[in-house]
């Protein structure tokens, strides 16, 4: 089994940044692939971005790419999900994830952060 504890997030004006963090225990030999996705309120939950586990290959959607990076430091079994020059559509809760497959889609992610809550403002 793999826990995943999520942390950071929060309130930030629009055009400021936030970082929120994914911090894996237990059998994370497994994650090969780690991911981000988001729920807005009254929305599906959607894919944000994804990472290999060697940092080789990174995919971002359309609608965070050029502000958005996704990171991770295997050596502290930590992703990180950078957010800069944000906007009031990026609030939602966002959701860390983890599995064998690199492909964005949540049914295929095994592990699941507890979610952290990210608002911006107007």
């Known amino acids: 089994q793999v826990q995943l504890v999520q942390s950071g997030g929060g309130l930030v004006q629009a055009g400021g940044s936030l970082r929120v963090s994914c911090e894996a225990s237990g059998r994370t030999f497994d994650l090969y692939a780690m991911a981000w996705f988001r729920q807005a309120p009254g929305k599906e939950r959607e894919f944000v971005s994804m990472?290999?586990?060697?940092?080789?290959?990174?995919y971002y959607a359309d609608s965070v790419k050029g502000r958005f990076t996704i990171s991770r430091d295997n050596a502290k079994n930590t992703m990180y999900l950078q957010m800069n020059n944000m906007k009031p559509e990026d609030t939602a809760v966002y959701y860390c994830?983890?599995?064998?497959?690199?492909?964005?889609?949540?049914?295929?992610?095994?592990?699941w952060g507890q979610g952290t809550q990210v608002t911006v403002s107007s």
């Open positions: 990472i290999s586990w060697n940092d080789d290959f990174t």
């Open positions: 994830a983890g599995g064998r497959a690199l492909v964005p889609y949540t049914s295929t992610y095994d592990y």
